[in-house]
T-cell receptor, first 116, second 114 residues
Framework: DGGITQSPKYLFRKEGQNVTLSCEQN?????MYWYRQDPGQGLRLIYY???????QKGDIAEGYSVSREKKESFPLTVTSAQKNPTAFYLC???????????????FGEGSRLTVL | AQSVSQHNHHVILSEAASLELGCNYS??????LFWYVQYPGQHLQLLLK??????LVKGIKGFEAEFIKSKFSFNLRKPSVQWSDTAEYFC????????????FGSGTRLQVQP
């Protein structure tokens, strides 16, 4: 089945620890994204990548890091510098036609991170 | 900075009522507009999108949206809602600023009572 796989689904972390959330897609999409979803705030863009070995900061990149070494994979690391990391994290991908985002995002099931 | 606003945070309707959810954005340039829906326990999925042409766009499940450029709005409508429309609805925009990613609004939770 084609789609986006995020893991783990639930994750608990102690304060001061870094944690990495996995996102893998087999849709052959060029573009990948990380959003954070908090109640009443919608989805806020953390990082995105239009092509392998390149990525850009979104609106709330502080305390997060990403890599894009393979087209299929876009892991997100939540570092200890992120002040309020407890949230629901969504990974998405899309086709980029002639460098333009078609806007149709395909989302994973999400990862819920809780910091204890 | 560019932003997307959804002023209705929680809407409760009875079945067969008409629906209109507001979406406004703050930007004077070219935009691409989207509505996404998240049904309980499911992934976010695209309802409809507007890139250019006819400002009235039709999407899945009987939804439509109208782009009014002078009002910077892209409101979502449905003439008669069903219980199965209970979901959270998100407006999203791509601004032609060079950032090739969607900016989402805060979402509207729609509850349809049978």
């Amino acid at each position: 089945d084609g789609g986006i796989t995020q893991s783990p689904k639930y994750l608990f972390r102690k304060e001061g620890q870094n944690v990495t959330l996995s996102c893998e897609q087999n849709l052959n999409h060029d573009a990948m994204y990380w959003y954070r979803q908090d109640p009443g705030q919608g989805l806020r863009l953390i990082y995105y990548s239009q092509i392998v070995n390149d990525f850009q900061k979104g609106d709330i990149a502080e305390g997060y890091s990403v890599s894009r070494e393979k087209k299929e994979s876009f892991p997100l690391t939540v570092t200890s510098a992120q002040k309020n990391p407890t949230a629901f994290y969504l990974c998405a991908s899309s086709i980029a036609q002639r460098g333009m985002n078609t806007g149709e995002l395909f989302f994973g099931e999400g990862s819920r991170l809780t910091v204890l | 900075a560019q932003s997307v606003s959804q002023h209705n945070h929680h809407v409760i309707l009875s079945e067969a009522a008409s629906l209109e959810l507001g979406c406004n954005y703050s930007y004077g340039g070219t935009v691409n507009l989207f509505w996404y829906v998240q049904y309980p326990g499911q992934h976010l999925q695209l309802l409809l999108k507007y890139f250019s042409g006819d400002p009235l766009v039709k999407g899945i499940k009987g939804f439509e949206a109208e782009f009014i450029k002078s009002k910077f709005s892209f409101n979502l409508r449905k003439p008669s809602v069903q219980w199965s429309d209970t979901a959270e609805y998100f407006c999203a925009v791509i601004f032609d600023t060079g950032r090739r990613a969607l900016t989402f609004g805060s979402g509207t939770r729609l509850q349809v009572q049978p």
